[in-house]
């Protein structure tokens, strides 16, 4: 295989959707397994859907996941710049290219002229477009005398280039997602290469970036499908048939429901973020949700994007980006549209956070706590963690749901007092704290079941009975980690007194 250079070319049109995530996600995939190079380029061409913060947002999001360009906009490299705007004059020379071998013309026509010959079209049932079947109706240099092209030119009106389209010709491509891909050339308009203000349109750009910028397979979204023909054309008519990159174009995520493609509104309809961290809309102010703010993972991420699309060949799901670099193939990437499952990222994140160092858990839980005006050291926050990480899916559900490891609880789960607070259980954890308060060693998870057991045979009681009282009067809840262990983080007096206030308050509420 030649040298792979691979490039994410998104536009900074706004916040980079979480599809477009997985698209650099594969590109960067592609380019490790093959000792290659990611390119980061900004097409950034179109000004007027120019948005501030757009591209900023874009790096971050590659840096989040774990996937930096190894090239491009800040990183810099050999093919410098890599933001269009900025390479603005190379793309001039490629247009004169081609309007000197006669593969594309000026075009004069105005707005009202393009939509009056779309509404006449349109009456007369053909397809209502600029190219090789409507050109010659139209003010262009294909139509009119060179006197009349000259006289357009020096009158100053706008102008632009566009793409002369092959009559009859069926345009071929090989896919290497959907294999062989071929179009007639009479579904093709002439699209405009070279813009009245002297910008390339993202057809021009993007085909004279890829030759420039060497690189070798252009893995993108199935959206941009349609415009490959035409790309393929361009190579040809400027004679870099040779240097032409492979093409593989990714299917569309889908709605969990399978109909329509994700988009901003889908996150909205059904309730989870498409971004990968919260954009907030410069002009409006509207915050649209991320993934990384809802409490998502990046290595969680990774793995759940990695997967729409893309099967490993057998039941594997978990895959850390080292594996995925070497797994993955867009042999097995499917034609299909992904559905996107908001479930199957939430079951990945469980998976991760069970697997993450107490440590690294415990500064979700200390920034929570310290958002919450509440100190607590590291051990402690660590062996909380500890305790809670198999039982959540998101990091900030650790102070969410079990705060009582550092507050005592203001209210008890009304249906678990009705069910398990009795008179007897009440009376043995009275004494269970009184046999705490004389112990006079630190408490642990061990010490602390011996201790209860041996009350609980003295007063030929079952475990049973006591433990959801216990942990009534510790946690305020019915369920939770190991008991023990909680008592054992709790410590010892934090214990005595709790038992001894939940006696009092739910004594007075009988
Ligand atoms: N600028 C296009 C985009 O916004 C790039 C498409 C391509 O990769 O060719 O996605």
């Known amino acids: 295989m030649k040298t792979v250079r691979v490039r994410f070319a998104p536009s900074p049109t706004g916040p980079l959707h979480i599809g477009g995530v997985r698209t650099a996600l594969y590109n ?8 290659g190079t990611f390119i980061l380029r900004i097409e950034d061409t179109d000004q007027t859907r120019f948005v501030p913060g757009a591209e900023e947002y874009i790096r971050e999001a590659l840096n989040w996941c774990g996937i930096p360009p190894d090239e491009g906009v800040v990183a810099g490299g050999e093919y410098a710049p890599y933001r269009q705007s900025e390479r603005k004059d190379m793309y001039q020379k490629y247009a004169q290219q081609l309007l000197d071998g006669g593969f594309a013309y000026y075009a004069f026509d105005t707005s009202d002229e393009l939509n009056e010959m779309r509404e006449r079209l349109q009456a007369e049932g053909e397809n209502p477009q600029y190219d090789a079947a409507s050109r010659m109706s139209m003010k262009n240099s294909l139509s009119l005398s060179a006197a009349e092209i000259k006289e357009h030119i020096n009158s100053g009106a706008p102008y632009v280039v566009r793409v002369k389209t092959p009559q009859d010709e069926e345009i071929r ?5 959907r294999g062989d891909v071929r179009v007639h050339s009479s579904m093709l308009d002439d699209k405009v290469l070279l813009k009245s203000d002297g910008l390339p349109t993202y ?9 420039l910028m060497k690189i070798s397979h252009v893995i993108r979204g199935e959206e941009w499908l349609p415009s490959a023909p035409l790309h393929v054309l361009l190579y040809h008519y400027l004679g870099w048939e040779e240097d032409m990159p492979e093409f593989a174009h990714l299917p569309l995520l889908m709605n969990p429901d399978g109909k329509g ?3 901003k509104r889908s996150g909205d309809r059904f309730g989870f973020p498409v971004y990968p961290f919260d954009w907030k ?5 509207e915050v649209s949700p991320g993934f990384r703010e809802a409490g998502y993972l990046p290595e969680a991420t990774v793995n759940f994007l990695a997967l729409l699309g893309w099967h490993p060949g057998d039941d594997e799901e978990l895959f850390s980006l080292e594996e995925l670099v070497k797994s993955f193939s867009l042999d097995r990437v499917s034609k299909a549209g992904a559905k996107f499952d908001i479930e199957k990222a939430k079951w990945f994140n469980q998976q991760y956070i069970k697997e993450m160092p107490d440590s690294a858990l415990a500064e979700y839980l200390l920034k929570d706590l310290s958002d919450n005006g509440i100190e607590s050291s590291q051990e402690k926050a660590e062996q909380v963690c500890g305790l809670m990480k198999e039982r959540v899916t998101f990091p900030q559900e650790i102070w969410s749901t079990a705060q009582y490891f550092y507050q005592p609880p203001e209210q008890y789960d009304e249906k678990m007092v009705r069910k398990k607070w009795k008179a007897d259980a009440s009376d043995a954890l009275l004494a269970y704290a009184e046999v705490l308060e004389k112990s ?3 408490l642990s998870a061990e010490s602390a079941k011996q201790q209860l057991q041996q009350l609980l045979e003295d007063r030929q009681m079952g475990l049973g009975k006591v433990m959801p009282a216990l942990r ?9 980690p190991d008991l023990m262990s909680t008592m054992e983080v709790l410590s010892r007096q934090e214990v005595i007194s709790r038992i001894q206030l939940a006696v009092k308050t739910l004594a007075a509420d009988k």
């Open 472 to 480: 009534l009067a510790l946690t305020g809840q019915g369920g939770g």
């Open 261 to 263: 493609k994700l988009s």
């Open 281 to 285: 809309n410069p002009q409006s102010g």
């Open 203 to 211: 057809h021009l750009a993007n085909v004279v970036d890829d030759y």
């Open 28 to 35: 960067y995939l592609f380019a490790k397994q093959h000792q």
């Open 440 to 442: 006079d060693e630190v």
């Open 173 to 177: 491509l090989n896919d290497l997602v």
